[in-house]
């Protein structure tokens, strides 16, 4: 299985598509994990990344042209795969920065599952979008 831009490469070199997971979950493509710890001993470093994160979110959605350009010259892809790889990554990315709880709850009972562990684990237990709501009062970086 390959992510985006590589997926659209490998079909144009001949492999055949049979499924993206895409189609058929929605889960987290990216996020930043932070210790609880953290979020209080160093706040300005973590507002630092999400602010970083969601400027780079922005970046890519509001300058289609400059986002494949940086595609085909940081991974060498081919234009057309490039442009394809975008508009998938596009389209799944977080309006807002926050990530999808059904998708981090899908993937914590996979790595439960496969690591044999009996002890439950709730998305909500990991997820705290407190940090992400400032950067989002700080700065404009949320979609209206």
């Known amino acids: ?25 929605q889960v987290p493509t990216s996020g930043l994990a932070v210790r609880s710890d953290r979020i209080v001993k160093q706040p300005q470093q973590i507002k630092k990344m999400l602010r970083g994160n969601l400027r780079a979110m922005k970046f890519m959605r509001e300058n289609r042209g400059d ?15 490039a442009a394809k790889g975008y508009e998938q990554i596009v389209s799944l990315m977080s309006e807002d920065g926050r990530v999808n709880a059904a998708g981090v ?14 002890k439950p684990l709730l998305a909500a237990q990991m997820i705290d979008h407190s940090c992400l709501k400032k950067s989002w009062q700080a700065n404009s970086f949320r979609k209206q």
Not at 1 to 19: C, Q, V, W, Y
Not at 67 to 81: H, N, Q, Y
């Open 105 to 118: 709850q899908f993937l914590i009972d996979l790595a439960r599952q496969t690591q044999r562990i009996t």
């Open 1 to 25: 299985m390959l992510s985006a831009p590589h997926n659209f490469r490998t079909e144009r070199d001949g492999f055949r598509k049979i499924a993206a997971a895409a189609d058929y979950l």
């Open 67 to 81: 986002s494949i350009a940086i595609i085909i010259r940081e991974l060498g892809m081919d234009p057309d795969s």
